[in-house]
């Protein structure tokens, strides 16, 4: 080794110990009769003095020119810090390594910035000189808590007798939901590999092996258009059990989530984490992801729409559709109009037609611009319903099922937002279950599955594959941390009967069944476990539990919203001979 310590070791107890440490130069104050340098590598830093009487002028002078960033070796002695000089914001602030002279192992061009400047430079240069980025602290203790959050997961599987298993990575294009990575053969000529959506149809396998409970940290890709907390490629802690139900594997991870918060962060998480259905998260909060960190639940109005004379609320009830509201506590004198006004052009991105709202007065009367369409009594019984106090504001939708639930569950997190009413440090995690089984594709109409066409349907639900599959509920549970979704799983078919129906609901022929999934097929008839998992997103995780919004801050090497490297400038052109070895040819015309 280079280096007898390194730079967040050394403390009081080392004085007088001759050291040798190597690592970056992270700041240089030259002084005149002296430099001080504080040296920094993943541990810590260092304060490094070349100065008299150890260093004569002509070393002084020599370490002055040092650039910063270059990378340096140190010998020298360690010694107190000067009286006052103490620093407490840093673990080896009471000492200091006098030295010499230092040697340069590499010294550092002009940088485009440094790891320590205040203002960070825009994203795309980040992500273009990465290797400098990551030497930010706050992108290295990121790496840190998704290495320990790892790790945490590893040992309480293994804990529990899991078994781990690598699956493929080149494997058969699926149906999954997303578009595939496709990898084309040489020695088959025509023929593609996928790069795996979920190593779903191979543990699946590995239950019918007598695997019975099997983990894996896996990496996935889809091809799917991308956002802050999605990348195409992304990592998942991935696992399967034999003769279980949903509540054993939700009981199971709601022990992985306990331990991982009290032993990561800390935190004490109250177990059982709650559930609720589908149905009430979008009838409550309008997604299936809801942040239960503050209240502002959704409530239904439709029943006075339908008796008011307020023609936007009487048609939209009429019609079918729904009137549902919100109450921000106390926001009433928080929003002006023109603020209420930003709010309805909000809600318009969802679909919506505009923004109805009511200021509650302080005699406890509603005041709106359209309440003359409304009489006393119907406005009694809007506030009434949504619980409303003086001082608070009331904003309704009206519109279809679908638009009122995003339209509110948007402007719901916004104000939540906006008027802080949770702790950004808070941790909530919850369940939600009974998903449905079948959702319509709006293209085709046609049935699609809303989680996999491997989900089993709550068995109360089997005869409902037959009269009403729409109504058909899912063996499906979803862990959802601080409003985002963090992990899902299902309960799986196991039998060919019921395998067959669902194929037949989505419009999957016999035929297509078992070219597309006839190895999982034939593996089913020899004797399959009913078994069951669930996929946690290990990058989502580390977001969430770090307070992050951006999933890049969390993954060493992301790509970017248009599925980039830009350091690798991934992805990029190949030879011809490449092409021509795996039997491709290159429709796109090259840029003039």
């Known amino acids: 080794m280079l280096r007898t310590h390194n730079c967040g070791e050394l403390r009081k107890e080392h004085v007088g110990t001759e050291v040798t440490l190597c690592g970056w130069v992270e700041n240089k104050r030259d002084h005149g009769g002296a430099v001080f340098i504080d040296l920094r590598d993943r541990y810590g830093l260092t304060q490094v003095v070349i100065g008299p009487p150890e260093a004569d002028q002509a070393q002084i002078d020599a370490a002055g020119h040092v650039p910063a960033e270059s990378v340096i070796l140190v010998r020298g002695k360690v010694a107190d810090r000067l009286e006052g000089k103490t620093n407490d914001k840093l673990a080896t602030g009471a000492i200091e390594v006098r030295c010499p002279e230092l040697e340069i192992l590499n010294?550092?061009?002009?940088?485009?910035?440094?790891?320590?400047?205040?203002?960070?430079?825009?994203?795309?240069?980040?992500?273009?000189?990465?290797?400098?980025?990551?030497?930010?602290?706050?992108?290295?203790?990121?790496?840190?808590?998704r290495s320990t959050i790892i790790k945490e997961m590893r040992d309480y599987?293994?804990?529990?007798?899991?078994?781990?298993?690598?699956?493929?990575?080149?494997?058969?294009?699926?149906?999954?939901?997303?578009?595939?990575?496709?990898?084309?053969?040489?020695?088959?000529?025509?023929?593609?590999?996928?790069?795996p959506q979920s190593p779903q149809l191979y543990k699946q396998i590995l239950m019918v092996a007598g695997f019975d409970r099997y983990v894996q940290v896996a990496k996935c890709f889809r091809d799917e258009d991308l956002r802050a907390d999605r990348q195409p490629e992304f990592t998942q802690l991935d696992l399967e059990m034999s003769f279980v139900d949903a509540d054993d594997i939700m009981g199971l991870i709601d022990g992985l989530v306990a331990q991982t918060a009290k032993n990561v962060l800390g935190k004490e998480v109250k177990l059982p984490l709650p559930r609720m259905t589908y149905d009430e998260a979008m009838r409550r909060f309008g997604h299936d992801a809801p942040d239960l960190r503050f209240g502002m639940e959704i409530v239904d109005v439709t029943s006075v729409a339908k008796k008011t004379e307020f023609r936007v609320f009487r048609a939209t009830a009429d019609a079918g559709n729904f009137v549902r509201g919100i109450r921000a506590e106390g926001a009433a004198e928080k929003y002006s109009r023109r603020q209420i006004d930003e709010l309805t052009e909000f809600v318009k991105d969802f679909g919506a037609k505009g923004l109805a709202w009511f200021r509650v007065e302080e005699d406890g009367s509603l005041w709106s611009p359209v309440a003359k369409n409304f009489d006393a009594e119907h406005l009694a019984e809007i506030k009434s319903l949504m619980a409303g106090e003086p001082g608070d504001l009331l904003m309704f939708l009206a519109d279809s099922w679908e638009v009122t639930c995003k339209g509110l569950y948007a402007l719901r997190k916004r104000l939540g937002a906006e008027l802080k009413l949770y702790d950004a440090d808070q941790l909530h995690c919850s369940w939600v279950t009974e998903f449905p089984m079948f959702e319509r594709d709006e293209e085709s109409g046609r049935w699609v599955a809303m989680h996999h066409p491997f989900t089993a349907p709550l068995k109360s639900d089997l005869e409902k594959l037959d009269s009403d599959p729409q109504a058909c509920r899912a063996q499906a549970y979803d862990l959802v941390i601080n409003g985002s979704e963090a992990g899902g799983g299902t309960i799986r078919i196991h039998d060919q009967k019921t395998q067959s129906k669902v194929f037949e609901l989505l419009g999957i022929d016999e035929a297509t069944a078992e070219d597309r999934f006839g190895f999982l097929l034939n593996a089913l008839r020899f004797g399959a476990p009913p078994h069951g998992g669930i996929a946690l997103g290990v990058d989502r995780w580390v977001m969430l539990l770090a307070g992050l919004e951006n999933i890049r801050e969390v993954i060493a090497f992301p790509k970017t919203q248009k599925a980039s490297d830009?350091?690798?400038?991934?992805?990029?052109?190949?030879?011809?001979?490449?092409?021509?070895?795996?039997?491709l040819r290159s429709l796109a015309k090259k840029a003039e």
């Open 566 to 583: 830009l350091m690798t400038e991934a992805p990029g052109a190949v030879d011809q001979d490449q092409l021509t070895e795996l039997h």
């Open 107 to 145: 010294a550092c061009q002009t940088p485009p910035f440094t790891p320590g400047q205040a203002d960070l430079p825009g994203e795309d240069l980040r992500l273009k000189y990465r290797f400098l980025d990551l030497r930010r602290p706050e992108m290295l203790r990121a790496m840190v808590l």
């Open 157 to 195: 599987f293994a804990e529990h007798d899991f078994i781990d298993v690598e699956t493929p990575i080149l494997g058969r294009s699926t149906p999954e939901g997303a578009r595939d990575y496709l990898v084309p053969s040489r020695v088959h000529p025509g023929s593609f590999y996928a790069l």
